[in-house]
């Protein structure tokens, strides 16, 4: 028979705070959408909660809003992914030489990562104004004022504004984490391929990207699902306009919730879940495979 240990009573009750918040917030409305997401709850009716079987699924489906916010939260990720990878791991394998100044470098791709979203945007929205934003003033500087746009009201740059806000508020960690894998890869295999004759992209495909293949396996799976659940940037600097241009899954379902139906944006809410759960289990599965075949 086991013997009572009160320490051990006394160490686990300290996860019970955590635990509480986890539970109040995350796990209770989790399961709460998931009932809701099936009745026509709503804050004109405050009081009468009624099930309505697939309707909410219906009228999403019927909505053309909800198409354009499922393509436009697909291109976000790609694009921000593509980004957030290929310039982290570049600049992380620059960071990883011998440089003067080389802690001052680092902190500086480091620190916009811990700014908030409300200080960013308000920046950003400076920086893209159509008449006095830096961006088309150095343009018209240097005679390219043709290329100035509005970069947040045209629809066919608004998005992309985004993405560079996302990438360049979000890029310190990821070249953080690839910095962690490039350090763990011993100098003797590049030595060795020195010695071979190899050259910079011949070292980066047959000794760095295979060796750091769990550093990208994380930074991948952790920017889709980033991604996917972006909210903060597109709310802050377009709310999903101009004409729905920049609406995404997190601000359709905010503007539903706004709106009253709170039946309906349980519904969108529960498919969004879905979703990202399953993308994220075969984007999870199809990187460990490549761990293993590099």
């Known amino acids: 028979m086991k013997k009572y240990s009160p320490s051990r009573f006394y160490t686990r009750s300290f996860l019970l705070p955590a635990l509480t918040f986890y539970l109040v917030f995350f796990i209770f409305p989790s399961l709460l959408s998931l009932i ?3 009745t026509d709850w709503s804050t004109y009716r ?7 079987g697939l ?3 219906k009228m999403m489906l ?3 809003i909800f198409a354009t916010s499922i393509v436009n939260t697909f291109y ?3 694009v921000s992914v593509l980004l957030t990878n290929v310039l982290g791991i570049l600049i992380a394998l620059v960071l990883n030489m011998k440089l003067r100044l080389q802690s001052l470098y680092r902190s500086v791709f480091f620190i916009p990562t811990t700014l908030s979203i409300l200080v960013i945007a308000p920046i950003f929205s400076a920086l893209y104004h159509p008449q006095f934003g830096p961006i088309n003033q150095a343009l018209r500087a240097i005679g390219l004022g043709f290329l100035a746009q509005e970069w947040l009201v045209d629809a066919r740059y ?3 504004s985004i ?3 996302a990438v360049w508020s979000s890029i310190g960690v990821t070249i953080l984490l690839y910095l962690a894998g490039l350090q763990t890869v011993p100098k003797d295999y590049y030595e060795a391929a020195d010695i ?8 980066l495909r047959h000794i760095s990207l295979p060796l750091i293949m769990p550093s990208i396996t994380v930074n991948i799976v952790l920017s889709f699902v980033g991604g996917l659940k972006v909210f903060g940037h597109v709310y802050a600097l377009t709310n999903g306009g101009p004409n729905d241009a920049t609406q995404v899954f997190g601000t359709l379902i905010f503007k539903n919730f706004g709106a009253g139906l709170l039946g309906y944006s349980s519904a969108v809410g529960l498919v969004f879940t879905m979703i990202v759960c399953l993308f994220t289990f075969i984007l999870i599965a199809t990187m460990r495979r490549l761990e293993i075949e590099l």
């Open 196 to 203: 071979d004759g190899c050259g910079f992209w011949q070292k």
């Open 76 to 78: 976000f990720t790609f």
């Open 36 to 38: 809701l997401g099936f």
């Open 62 to 64: 019927d909505e053309p």
């Open 55 to 57: 309707d909410n699924f």
């Open 163 to 165: 993405v560079v806000m």
């Open 46 to 52: 405050i009081t009468e909660i009624h099930f309505n």
């Open 158 to 160: 608004a998005m992309n």
